[in-house]
Every structure is written in structure tokens, then in C-alpha cells.
């Protein structure tokens, strides 16, 4: 049981924090990224090596893991950062490089690392909430391929993607946990229509609508009606480092709160000086905390090899991260006044991100209900 | 990084649940698993097993008897003891005065105190509150007059200290007195001084607690005779020993042990009432495992390398804020659990054993463990002055 953070973490957090610094001006944080800034920074990312960083070496990436993936989260969390590299690294990226086939490794993971290609995952439907086995978009095999029919949402950075990985049934019915598969589906396909919107956080996400595209066989990532548990790695790789991007926006929002309260001054005096605002801070800084340790242990988990140690983790600490997330948001619009409510003041954008991290890839409530479910049998009960 | 303890780490603990297994009294478990009140034999048993191992003084240097652990060696004893069944470590002069002594004592004093301390023959008691000064410490008003006769130098000491632990069933007391009444802050002109408390002029007061114990007591020193060779530290100085000593007190205050080990009891219980598929229960169950992960993590990160803290050197003091509140949290989850029979108040099976029990044994002491419990956020500096601590360093 060890939290230390080696030489090379250490060095990968500064390099992660310059380029924030130096890209993610403070009184813009949060805003909605302009196609030539989102590209530029893009380039950027790729350089540090940021786009390629848990692939194998062999396929552009530099190998690293769970806890590379969570210092490079927390860096851009705390300034709101980062763009699709969640939704383009961390979950469709890994996923590929998880169980994409050699080929598919080879056309897409360099791409991804040199920042020449993004790819997003599809798996939610407007009815599915956080059970993707409910999913009700259906491939069927027709003549060469594969047919797909059906709708996909909140597919993260789905407009600036160039191709997708689209979660389908292809035997069973609703609710069943075998019958499901991953498709590798190009951008430009016929049949595909993609439709972006605007999410709570200034970023973007899209609704994909499938109508009779045809893929070849060598279309499906990993094997045919047994993409649930990959789905389920997916989405824990991507919830552990969103508990890291909460831990650097908390982390944030206590910075510019602690500001705030020296320097603005009510009544004749500064608000740090109210004892019932001090106390609110101490807590925030115990929310951050704990939330920093719970990102560490999900990583950590993430990387280990016992996947019911991942799924008691990683949901124990979104639960974690969610609540934190969702107070450190509240006291800091509560302790800014009226400023706090205005979208010039950075600290809403922060309190948004973190509403956004705490309702993706599980709630509070959906990880709390699957950390009882994995609940080992205690000492004191055996 | 790395999830999983060393192998080292997991035989370390494997050899403390062996020990506790073979070691450990029945009738002791029984009654710390009931949540029943132990007497000082009790903890004198224990202690003597402990002794025997060379496990009484886990915080010590080896060189004075400790047995040379790291700090996760020591996490690790305090958990497999306490979810073992096994009565914590209470004793001020193990918890407190050792590690002061050490730090500031002279050879004659450590050679003269420790190795009874370590045998559990000498019971301290921490004289530190007064009536005017609990979480202010600094207002302590007993004073301590320095005199020189024909028996030699010492200290008059008279004045009123509080809220006690033990001190019924204490032997010495270590206590801060104020020596120089005309010092420029409250904090200088107090010394740290040990006290026999078979002295003519010490009197104890046992205080009944609202839950029925007595584990706290009133100390009244009238003109108290102490020997000057009983002064620790520098003369005036006493507040830098008193700082040394909350440090060390704080560290293990989280109680993340004790949270493992009434989460258990929660558990077990809910079971026996038949709510272990009670969804709201089983909803607040988990959530406060999950609160228990979090702080155990960490408890766990603050011992390692490299990890940053927006609160550099006040993690004790959180700690000890969530550890505290959380272990609270627990307990009001035991009284609900227990529902109408939190109600009936057997003090015989508080004791041991009732011929009518009023309740089922196991839910007996639940309400009073509940109500001793609300101590834990006002020991040891009330969580209101921890989060005045993190805030004044955050918004210096």
C-alpha cells in the first residue's frame, strides 16, 4: 500500500501544468473552445505526448498507466482543460487498444497519438441511463456484413470525431448482458447522422442516428456478444479519471475561494475573518482530500488486474468525487455572492464541470448501488 | 503506486490477528464487542500480553522499548487489534507522556518513568483542561509556585483541572501549570510538571457522565508539594511539551480502526435485525463505507512521498475532523439500527451481566456508546478549533 508519487509523476504533473498554464488563460477557463484554438492546443497535447499516453509504444504511445492518466486529469481539471482527450484517448482510445484488432490498433492509435484522428464512443440511448445492456440499436448480419439500425446519445466530443465505436445488440434482448458488440463505424458513413449539441459544461457532444449502415465483418472491436465487460472497463477507466478532473477543479475552486475571502471586504473587513466562512473552507479542503485520495485508489484499481476490485473502487470513489464535486461547486457560488452567479466569474464554470463529472458514467446514487452490490464478505461475517 | 500491501506488510499482519486470536481474554472481547465498559484489570490484562510481545509501546522509539515500526506497521496493529475485538490503547502515559518524555525528558526521568509505563504499572493521568480553559488551553489558571526548603527546591501547585481520563484509576498525573503569571502571552510562564497522586492536597472527583460512565474525573490540587527534579522540559516552557504531545494525540485520533470496527458491529447487527435488505439501510450503510474508504486512502497517501496538501501540516487536524465525525455518523446508524430497543438503560449489562437483561445483550449499550461518542468531536481540540486551524493556515 503505497500513494508515493515517483520522480517521473512528478515531472509528468509539472509538464502537464505549464502547458495549462501557458494555454488555458484563468479568465477563460471553462469557455466554449473556438475550431483553431481547440486545434492548437490540440497539436500541443499531442507533442507532450499527452494523446498517445497509455497506447504501447509500438502503436505511437508511451505505455503508461492508470496513474499517468489520472496526474495528466487532475492537471487539466484545474483548468478545465483538455478537450476531447477524455473522450478520445481515454475511452475510445484505450478501448481500441484494449480490444481492437491489429489492424485496427495500427490504423487508429498512431493517428490518435499524432493528434490526426479522434474517435468517440457511443453507447448511451436516451432511455439507457447508466445500463448500456438496455441499449436497443440492433446489427444484424446481412449479406457481407453487418447492417446497424438505431440512435445513440451523449456521445462525448461526437461531432469533431472521425469515427466511432458504436455499441449495438446483435443477439438476446433488452437487459441481457451477452448479445452485445462494438462496432468501428467511419464518420462519413452512409447511413450515419451526426447531430452535435452543446452540454452544462461549454463542451459538446452529439446524438448519432444509424439507419441501415453497413459495416464489413471486420468492423467489431472485440468479440461478437461480449462487449458488456469492455464497455464496463471503458467506462471505469474514463469514471477514474474524471475523479481526478474533480480533484483539480475542487482543487481550483478552493484557490480562487481562498482568494476571494482575503481580499473582498465586507462590514469593514475581509470575509476571511467571518469564522462561518473559515469553517465552510476547512471543509471544502477535506472534500478536495478525500477526493484526491479516492482518484489515487481508482487508479490504482484501474490498473490492477481484479476486476471486482475496479468496480468496488472505481465507484466508491465517483461516489466520492461527486459529492465533493457537487459542495466545493455550491460553496464556492455561495461565497462569491452574486458573482459567483455570473457567467464572467470563472467560479460557475468550475461548479458546472464538476456537476457534468459527477452525472457521467455513473452517479452518485448508480455507484453507491454497484459498491454495495460488490461488497466483499467481511472478517467479521465470515 | 500500488494498491496492495507488501507481502512483508500482509505476514506483519497475519502474525498481530494470530496473536490476538491466541491472546486475547474471551470475557475482554466479549465486552468490547457489546460495547460494555472495562474496567482497569481489563485493560491491565491486555496490556501484559501486549508487554510480554513488546507490542505495548508502538509509537516508541526502539531504543526506549518500542518496537521499531513504520508507520503503516503501526496502522496495520491498530486495525487487526481493534476489529479483533481487542480494547484500544488508552493509556495517557503510553499515548502522551512517553513520547514527551522521550523528546524532552532527562536520562533520570526517562530511566525512572518509562519502564513502568511500559509495564502498565503506573497509570498517567493527562492534567492539562480547567474549568476556564478547554479548547483555549492556554487560559490554564492552577499555578505552581517555586520554593526552596530544607528538603530542597520544588513547586506548590493548587488549582482545579478537568474532564481527567482515567484519573480515578490513575497513579501520576502530568500537568501543566502556570509558573510565571506575568509572562507577555498566555502561552509562556506555563510548565510541564508529573505529580504522584498519592501526594497530600490531590483529590479526585469521579463525574458521572450523561451516558452513566465515569471515566472522567475532577483533579483538585490544594498546595500540592512537587520536586523540582519533576519539572520537564525548560522552566516556562511547558506549552512546547504540551504542543509536542497534542501532535502525537492527533495522529492516531482519525480512529480509522475504530470506524472498521463499529461498521462491523453496524453490519452484524443490521443482520440480527433482520435489515439486511432494507434498502434505505443498506444505502446509508454503504455510503458510510464509502466515507470510511476515503478517509482510510487518506490517512494512508498523507504517509507517503510526494503528495501535495492544500493543507501542509494540518493533515492531523483533518484527520482527526472526518475521523471523529465519521465514527459519530456510525454510532447514530447503531442507535437506529437498535430502533425502540436503543430505549431501555440496563446499567448492570453496561457492566457485564444483567439477571433481567431489559434488552438483547448485543443492543444494549448501543444508545450509551452513542452518547459517549459525541465526546470525540470535542476531545482532544474541539473539530470547531481543527477547522479554525486549516482555515487560518489556507487564508493567512
Redesign the interface.
Given at each position: 500500500?503505497?500513494?508515493?508519487?515517483?520522480d517521473d509523476?512528478?515531472a509528468l504533473q509539472d509538464a502537464v501544468r505549464r502547458f495549462c498554464d501557458g494555454e488555458y488563460a484563468a479568465r477563460g477557463r471553462g469557455d466554449a473552445e473556438d475550431a483553431a484554438t481547440a486545434a492548437r492546443r490540440w497539436k500541443a497535447m499531442a507533442e507532450l505526448g499527452l494523446l498517445g499516453l497509455s497506447f504501447a509504444p509500438d502503436f505511437g504511445g508511451s505505455g503508461q498507466g492508470a496513474?499517468e492518466t489520472m496526474l495528466v486529469a487532475e492537471a487539466l481539471g484545474r483548468a478545465l482543460g483538455g478537450g476531447a482527450w477524455l473522450s478520445s484517448v481515454v475511452l475510445a482510445g484505450s478501448l481500441v487498444a484494449d480490444a481492437g484488432s491489429l489492424a485496427q490498433r495500427e490504423r487508429w492509435l498512431p493517428a490518435i497519438a499524432g493528434g490526426d484522428a479522434r474517435l468517440a464512443l457511443a453507447v448511451d440511448e436516451a432511455h439507457t441511463r447508466y445500463r448500456p445492456a438496455f441499449a436497443e440499436c440492433r446489427a444484424r448480419v446481412d449479406g457481407n456484413g453487418w447492417r446497424l439500425d438505431g440512435r445513440k446519445t451523449l456521445v462525448l466530443d461526437g461531432d469533431a470525431a472521425d469515427a466511432f465505436i458504436v455499441l449495438a445488440r446483435t443477439t438476446g434482448s433488452a437487459g441481457d448482458a451477452d448479445g452485445l458488440t462494438l462496432f468501428l463505424v467511419d464518420a462519413k458513413a452512409d447511413g450515419l447522422r451526426v447531430q452535435g449539441f452543446d452540454t452544462i459544461d461549454g463542451r459538446r457532444a452529439a446524438h448519432l442516428g444509424l439507419a441501415g449502415v453497413r459495416l464489413p465483418f471486420e468492423a467489431t472491436v472485440g468479440p461478437v456478444d461480449g462487449a458488456l465487460p469492455l464497455v464496463e472497463a471503458a467506462s471505469d477507466r474514463a469514471a477514474a479519471a474524471l475523479c481526478a478532473e474533480a480533484t483539480g477543479a475542487i482543487?481550483a475552486l478552493?484557490e480562487m475561494t481562498?482568494e476571494h475571502?482575503?481580499t473582498r471586504r465586507q462590514f469593514g473587513a475581509p470575509l476571511?475573518k467571518l469564522?462561518v466562512l473559515?469553517?465552510r473552507?476547512?471543509?471544502m479542503?477535506?472534500g478536495?482530500?478525500?477526493?484526491?485520495?479516492?482518484a489515487?485508489?481508482a487508479?490504482?484499481?484501474v490498473d490492477?488486474a481484479d476486476p471486482a476490485?475496479r468496480r468496488r473502487?472505481v465507484s466508491?470513489a465517483k461516489?466520492?468525487a461527486a459529492q465533493a464535486g457537487r459542495s466545493a461547486g455550491q460553496w464556492a457560488i455561495q461565497m462569491h455572492g452574486a458573482m459567483g452567479m455570473t457567467d464572467e466569474c470563472r467560479v460557475g464554470h468550475y461548479a458546472k464541470r464538476l456537476l457534468a463529472i459527477g452525472q457521467l458514467f455513473g452517479d452518485a446514487a448508480h455507484h453507491?448501488?454497484r459498491?454495495?452490490g460488490e461488497?466483499p464478505q467481511?472478517?467479521?461475517?465470515a | 503506486m500500488r494498491l496492495e500491501f507488501s507481502p512483508a506488510d500482509e505476514a506483519f499482519r497475519r502474525e498481530v490477528r494470530e496473536f490476538v486470536a491466541a491472546e486475547l481474554p474471551a470475557p475482554i472481547k466479549r465486552k468490547v464487542e457489546l460495547g460494555q465498559r472495562l474496567e482497569r484489570t481489563d485493560y491491565d490484562a491486555w496490556y501484559a500480553k501486549l508487554h510480554q510481545r513488546g507490542w505495548i509501546t508502538p509509537a516508541w522509539p526502539a531504543e526506549h522499548g518500542g518496537p521499531g515500526w513504520t508507520p503503516l506497521q503501526r496502522y496495520l496493529f491498530d486495525e487487526e487489534t481493534l476489529l479483533a475485538g481487542a480494547p484500544r490503547i488508552i493509556a495517557s502515559g503510553i499515548n502522551m507522556l512517553g513520547p514527551v518524555l522521550i523528546a524532552f525528558g532527562t536520562e533520570a526521568q526517562k530511566a525512572r518513568f518509562l519502564p513502568s509505563i511500559r509495564r502498565s504499572e503506573t497509570w498517567w493521568a493527562q492534567g492539562f483542561s480547567e474549568p476556564g480553559a478547554g479548547s483555549d488551553l492556554a487560559a490554564i489558571r492552577t499555578r505552581g509556585v517555586s520554593r526552596t526548603d530544607a528538603q530542597g527546591e520544588h513547586f506548590v501547585v493548587s488549582g482545579h483541572k478537568v474532564w481527567t481520563s482515567y484519573a480515578h484509576w490513575c497513579d501520576w498525573l502530568f500537568c501543566l501549570v502556570r509558573t510565571d503569571p506575568d509572562a507577555a502571552k498566555p502561552q509562556e510562564g506555563i510548565s510541564f510538571l508529573l505529580i504522584d497522586m498519592k501526594t497530600p492536597g490531590v483529590t479526585v472527583r469521579p463525574i458521572r457522565m450523561l451516558e452513566g460512565g465515569t471515566d472522567l474525573n475532577e483533579v483538585y490540587l490544594d498546595e500540592v508539594r512537587v520536586p523540582a527534579e519533576n519539572l520537564v522540559g525548560e522552566l516556562h516552557k511547558g506549552w512546547t511539551c504540551a504542543k509536542y504531545l497534542l501532535g502525537h494525540e492527533r495522529t492516531g485520533i482519525a480512529g480509522i480502526g475504530s470506524c472498521k470496527q463499529q461498521l462491523a458491529r453496524a453490519r452484524h447487527l443490521a443482520d440480527r435485525q433482520g435489515l439486511s435488505d432494507d434498502p434505505l439501510l443498506r444505502a446509508r450503510l454503504a455510503q458510510l463505507e464509502v466515507e470510511l474508504l476515503a478517509l482510510e486512502f487518506t490517512g494512508l497517501r498523507m504517509m507517503s512521498a510526494n503528495q501535495r496538501s492544500r493543507a501542509a501540516g494540518l493533515e492531523a487536524s483533518l484527520l482527526k475532523v472526518r475521523g471523529t465525525e465519521l465514527r459519530q455518523s456510525i454510532y447514530e446508524l447503531l442507535v437506529d439500527i437498535a430502533g425502540p430497543q436503543a430505549v431501555p438503560f440496563d446499567e448492570a449489562l453496561l457492566q457485564g451481566e444483567s439477571p433481567e437483561p431489559a434488552s438483547p445483550p448485543e443492543l444494549a449499550a448501543v444508545a450509551a456508546n452513542y452518547l459517549d461518542a459525541r465526546k470525540l468531536s470535542i476531545y482532544g481540540g474541539a473539530n470547531e478549533v481543527q477547522r479554525n486551524l486549516v482555515a487560518r493556515a489556507l487564508l493567512a
Open positions: 500500500m503505497d500513494f508515493s508519487l515517483n509523476h512528478v496513474v482543487d478552493v481562498t475571502l482575503k476571511a469564522q473559515q469553517h473552507m476547512a471543509d479542503v477535506l478536495l482530500e478525500l477526493c484526491r485520495s479516492m489515487c485508489a487508479a490504482m484499481a490492477a476490485q473502487l466508491a461516489v466520492v453507491l448501488s459498491f454495495d461488497r467481511s472478517r467479521a461475517e | -
